[in-house]
């Protein structure tokens, strides 16, 4: 389906730029895209790499456009324990070792080959599982990870050790992690032991130590939700490709956020 969007701005924005910041793609690509005439102003098709888009006017991209951002490859792996989200060492298994066809779930146009460029769009530790995003559509990870997203990720966390008032408390807002101060966190208490996190930033272990600082040992963390996109029935070591709704979604709800 064909991209649509109205330009609210106050002040006119080259349509190159007003597309980046939308996350929809990036700058060069919306020139690629002019150039190949897929993209028109209130019906008409853009010519010129430097036409600027007026308040109040109406963009689309045409199917072909679309069709096109979408064919970067994006899976979703749940990631059991014991396997890392990029680059192994020494004997480790990486996740990307998991996409074959034998481990799809469902159907994909595209299996990963040797020659992709899929990597991890957000951390999530060895010993951690759940919901892991691999993808080379840099416009993607920019949505989910880049340095102003503020997608929120979901995660079931099992500890140990006492959940007082005062530990919740400091978990919702009030740590430091590396000299800097945590966004405030969603953190409840589902049942005795297990607290439900919603994060919206990403630092190394960032539960773990989180909760370390509070005097609890996690003993199972396990992510189903980034943004809109959920692990849903996707079994242990398996993968499917991200649906162009999907893509569209999280992009959306990134720039909805931002």
């Known amino acids: 389906m064909a ?22 793609c990036s700058r060069r690509e919306a020139e690629a895209l002019i150039a190949q005439g897929l993209v028109a102003i209130e019906g008409e098709t853009v010519e010129d790499v430097g036409r600027k888009i007026l308040p109040g006017q109406t963009l689309v991209l045409a199917d ?78 920019k949505a989910v990870i880049g340095p102003d997203s503020e997608l929120d990720k979901e995660y079931e966390v099992r500890v140990e050790g006492e959940t007082t008032p005062k530990a919740l408390a400091l978990l919702r807002h009030g740590l430091e992690l ?23 930033e990403g ?22 939700r980034i943004g809109p996109v959920t692990l849903g029935d996707l079994p242990e070591g398996r993968w499917r490709p991200l649906s162009a709704a999907e893509r569209l979604g999280l992009i959306e709800a990134s720039a909805a956020r931002g």
């Open 178 to 200: 590396d000299g800097r101060q945590l966004r405030p966190a969603m953190v409840e208490e589902i049942s005795p032991g297990l607290l439900r996190f919603v994060l919206t």
């Open 64 to 141: 072909q456009a679309s069709a096109r951002l979408d064919a970067q490859l994006t899976v979703l792996f749940h990631k059991p324990v014991g396997i890392v989200s990029s680059q192994p060492e020494h004997d480790q298994i990486p996740a990307v070792r998991f996409l074959r066809r034998p481990n799809l779930w469902g159907e994909s146009a595209v299996v990963p080959g040797a020659d992709s460029h899929l990597a991890p769009v957000g951390r999530l530790d060895m010993d951690s599982r759940g919901l892991l995003i691999l993808s080379e559509d840099g416009v993607l990870a």
């Open 3 to 24: 991209w649509s969007r109205r330009y609210d701005g106050d002040e006119p924005v080259r349509v190159n730029k007003w597309l980046a910041q939308n996350s929809v």
């Open 203 to 224: 630092r190394n272990r960032q539960i773990r130590r989180m909760c370390d600082l509070v005097g609890l040992e996690v003993i199972d963390l396990f992510r189903h």
